[in-house]
């Protein structure tokens, strides 16, 4: 060998910063339909590709196209779009309640909206969810009341977390939507664990983890790939790749994969990449996961390619490291138009209706936040006791607790 | 009984009774862990609820998490204490916090035993006692045994507990009662009256701190190892001290030790964790607080050295009856 | 100066001057992360010294320990202190033991930095104040500044320092002190003499406390935020107390303390972190033994709850000006 | 979907126990020469297969063939031969020194000596290993004084730790060898750290690191491979599947994935896999990957096939969790038994002369114990002093160690 070079740190970049124009050429985009559906119960190794490609269904003209398409009925479409538009309606609502001052902080999915939305009707009643904070799509879709969302955002008097928890760390068991961590990660592998837990009891549930892009360098997705991997574990393993975290782009944490999906391969888990922003696509391959967990076929993981249209938080502001106009450029459109299309070239929805149903949630949104106004928001009105803040560390309150209590003087 | 067979019929009890229960770690399974704590379980109650796992702390502790928001009660083992920190987050972010956090909807009724303390020559990575960074946690509970009766009943009713509960195992104790004296040969538990262990089902309640002898001159606060060293220390000084074995360090029975000190005047604590920000801080915090007015001497504390745990140095890092036995004296000349 | 630029300012003469100071986190490069505070470090020193990495916090403290090991200086940011736990394992068993370990073959000289409090309603995972976790630690040093001035002195002794240094940053004073009255406007470091800060090169020593607030009927110790609400809550009562700021929790300034507590003969000991098991446990611990004689009444401890950190409630969770003004009043009725 | 069935636990469980016959049909063993060799600046991509087949330069009847072959002279072999007998003895009788009392713990490398042996030779001067317990090679094969590490070993009033760490947990910063830690997995993002840090520096060290088949589950090897990944660290990772973990066989970390080098095509990182009882493949294959760090190509994974032939420490007994004959079953032989066949069918070494070098090696290895006994042994003669228990915690001993000194007399 020849006298070596100097070594240089090699520090990835993003293809724009802002002032320059958004560039997507980077991402590569199969047509519709062309990537083939496999049986659920396929040998992982003989599926490789599909974590490389991107499966969609429903292509440019609004037609819903390939082996994926056909898992929903008009009347599921619909819901779909309704459930999107809601999500959509409730996130601006709130980002305007926080900029009035009635939370301290919000998180909205803004561009994202399809995947939550759509993967929850893959589940069953009994499945569990072990969301992150931008999954309020999980709960919008399963009925949850918008008015107990707001109450926890507001941490008024009925906020059924006593306010305790940050706005949007949700928690409801019986929606099927485990109680949100600040950390994360921590939830990936806790996911596995639950569904290791439905396989010990000889039961039939299921659960669901979610991720982000950037979380996935998170140690915990690696304790979970490893634990779901090995007992074959009944659980859907979600990565959201929405581009960003907080102002750090994909590139980091993915460094030199070719993508997150093809995480999975190390460890046998069939991984497949999906359109994030195509509600059919997302539902079609949440169904085919969630199946592989139910027949016992074990873990699969599963990417959605989607862009984070909005700031991270309300704490952010991406102006400061990203093109405004990036989302504008995003190749996979709008996961609400998409679908809207789509409905309208089955001729089951029409621009007015759209219109209309807007509208109709507007009021619906505006009369759940009046209602949740009148137990208060975080600097007016009902407040949870500051008795509550001292309840629920253990299930009975230790000695130690009951004196400070007492000394709080509550 | 041994203490590795009292907790072991412990898990026994407990798995027999609750099939909910359910028990696993590295090297836990088949092999019945390295220090056989969970051996038998795999044959008795199978693979499904009693199996190794994959070397990653975080995840032990993190499939417990969501095994225990299932409705399982998992009692998992980090093999030596020094090796739970990669699974600290889960404990303390998540764990300790469930409940709170989701206002019951969820919460995670485990245990996670691990064997703590040195005296095995095992240098820095097989001796630690990291109970302070536990009880320093709102939610979690954090129990140490000094013998086979108390291992069985303790642990039972941290199983039982439907709070995570940390249960530390003084590795020293598994075998026989050691009360610091190295060079002296082990007596078993076979010989010790606390090797006695009932039967079945029986717990020893969490919270719950119990006189080991009886003495007016000064309070010991004692727990694991320690208890015995203490009361070898007072037997060698012929000091009437009265050594309190706390057991359960948070809840932490108040009511004993301030009994005790507001009887006695004077107090001294000791554990083998390092002195500074150890779990001795808070006693010593709370007794001046409570007895200040009863107090006639400061309050004593000998503790392992704020040094990592050295391997040829052991005996040296130890805080053995001689130590304690000067501490007792100076708490009595105070 | 703000706390943020004093902060920013302490990195660049760091870097500046030495090429092997590099500093890296979550959002830490181009953005100059979350709280501003190595903005344009980036572009001034390239994204070799100064880089965004994946989120994992075990991922950038291993990282630097390798890099600090081959001989660089690395300033890693954790970007809340509630986030470090992920990194707990290779703080405490690797930088903390590594000098010790391999008898300074390899040492660890790397500076964690991480915004720590609460105040700012970030709930239970953006407000925590988990400095008894590392005091308990040997090895590691526990650094929190009170202002500006301190800030960059002291956070260029730590970057200087052969020894890993935890430097915790209170985020609620990084754009003003904050003395727990919320209510009331902010005001401005500009207008505070702690925010003139002296341009260029200067430390401020690690292990040295300072008197904030001379006065003779009772001691104060406190650190970061608390410091200003100890002296509002001096001012507020009328109480002659004189307010220790720590600056350094590891190694600590007990000589200063103790000066202060002999003359005063009362002590109360603040913090934003949980009562139990908390850094302040161990003052009473050093502070009973060490004055024991002189003292006239218990050590009183004005802390955070034994609760996580809540949302709503976090003006009845924080220990303001009228809790440490009640325990004043207590200790001089004591 | 019909009703689903009852889910089950998988626990993946050897093919043998202890009473069973040993039984290795399930490990596919390519004829050596048999794998290609691509040049160093291949794209991963390229290579996966490298990642399911095992790298073999030694076949059957002792001849080096294939593309790997060919990196070392018969002197070097040679040299190779003689290093891993030197280990061989220097563990036999350092077990033998535990027995006796005169340590309290040792950990052999029994079957697995060609590894580390073999791959300390493709490394340069500066460069940094970051091992775990079991490559005691890495020093025998530099040239580090076995009397230093049985002063270790022994914790004497020589031993260079000061008696402060376990035995076998050497740190020789001059031979290119990290402190070694009792926490698994640490080192293994230390050593990415390091080598970035030569990069940052533009200086040309690479480093190497080290970890188990079981430790590969640590949430620290993930941490290696985003980091590696991500700033194209020069870095070589190995891991040493020695088939075991204590008593746990490697399918519990591996769970559905074909190979532990599979791991690191989720991460673009290429990834070999090569027979660890081969001393030749094993020392092509580490040049080959310590070339592509040091031109700046990235970091590589190296999967080591290989059989802890002995207990994992002195405190294990292996008898109780797997056939105790097995060893003798497995597959790919004993790396001295191969080099030495090799070397004789080479017409440089004979027999004799091996027998003569052993009893060479074992007069060596028992002169260096009675020099390092000569300082003392764990519970007899010369022993670190307690001063230095309280010494190395800072650079300078703060006030409370000083008094804690003090207090302790020393
Ligand atoms: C353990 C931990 N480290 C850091 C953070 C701070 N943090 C909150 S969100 C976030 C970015 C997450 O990005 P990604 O996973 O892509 O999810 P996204 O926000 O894009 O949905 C970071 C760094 C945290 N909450 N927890
Ligand atoms: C964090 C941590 N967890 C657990 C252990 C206990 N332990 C020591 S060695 C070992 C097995 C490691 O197996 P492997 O990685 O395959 O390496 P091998 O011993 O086979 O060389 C275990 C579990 C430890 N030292 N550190
Ligand atoms: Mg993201
Ligand atoms: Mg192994």
Known sequence: ?410 | MTMIEAIRDAMTVAMTRDANVVVFGEDVGYFGGVFRCTQGLQQKFGAARCFDTPINESGIVGTAIGMAAYGLRPCVEIQFADYVYPAYDQIVSEAARLRYRSNGDFTAPLTIRMPTGGGIFGGQTHSQSPEALFTHVAGLKTVVPSNPHDAKGLLIAAIEDDDPVIFLEPKRLYNGPFDGHHDRPVTPWSKHALGEVPEGHFTVPLGRAVVRRPGAAVTVLAYGTMVHVAIAAAEATGVDAEVIDLRTLLPLDLETIQASVARTGRCIVVHEATLTSGFGAELVALVQEACFYSLEAPIGRVAGWDTPYPHAQEWDYFPGPKRVGEALLEAMAG
């Open chain 1, 1 to 410: 060998m020849s006298e070596p070079k100097p070594l240089s740190l090699h520090v990835p970049q993003p293809a724009v910063r802002p002032g320059d124009k958004p560039d997507f050429s980077g991402v590569h985009i199969p047509r519709a339909g062309t990537v083939p559906r496999p049986p659920v119960d396929v040998a992982p190794e003989e599926i490789r590709d599909l974590a490389y490609t991107i499966i969609r269904v429903l292509n440019r003209d609004g037609e819903a196209v390939g082996p994926w398409a056909g898992t929903l009925s008009d009347a599921d479409a619909l819901q779909g779009l309704r459930d999107m538009m809601k999500v959509r309606v409730f996130d601006a609502r709130m980002l305007m309640a926080q900029r009035q001052g009635k939370t301290s902080f919000y998180m909205q999915c803004l561009g994202e909206e399809a995947i939550a939305c759509a993967f929850q009707k893959a589940l069953s009643p009994g499945d569990m969810n072990f969301p992150t904070y931008r999954q309020q799509g999980l709960l919008v879709a399963g009925g949850y009341p918008l008015v107990e969302m707001m109450n926890q955002i507001f941490s008024n008097d009925a906020d059924p977390l006593h306010g305790r928890q940050l706005p949007v760390m949700y928690s409801a068991r019986s929606h099927g939507f485990f109680s949100i961590s600040g950390n994360l990660g921590t939830q990936y592998v806790q996911a596995v664990g639950w569904a290791m837990a439905s396989a010990i009891k000889g039961d039939t549930k299921i659960a669901a983890g979610w991720i982000g892009d950037g979380s996935t360098a998170e140690s915990d997705f690696h304790a979970a790939l490893v634990f779901a991997s090995t007992y074959k574990a009944p659980v859907v393993l979600n990565i959201v790749n929405n581009q960003w975290a907080i102002s750090t782009f994909q590139g980091i944490a993915r460094g030199g994969a070719g993508t997150f999906a093809a995480r999975g391969h190390g460890f046998g888990i069939p991984a497949l990449r999906v359109d994030g922003n195509d509600y059919l696509a997302v539902h079609a391959v949440a169904r085919w996961a969630a199946e592989r967990a139910r027949r016992n076929l074990g873990p699969t993981l599963v990417e959605y390619v989607t862009y984070r249209v909005a700031a991270h938080s309300t704490s952010d502001d991406p102006s400061a490291y990203r093109p405004k106009a990036e989302s504008d450029a995003w190749p996979l459109g709008d996961p609400v138009e998409r679908l809207k299309n789509y409905l309208i070239g089955r001729g089951v929805w029409s621009e007015d209706r759209h219109a209309q149903y807007n509208a109709e949630v507007e009021a619906e949104v505006l009369a759940a936040q009046r209602e949740a106004e009148r137990h208060g928001t975080l600097h007016s009105g009902g407040k949870p006791s500051v008795r509550d803040m001292f309840e629920g560390v253990y299930r009975e309150m230790p000695p130690h607790l009951v004196r400070q209590r007492r000394q709080a003087g509550v």
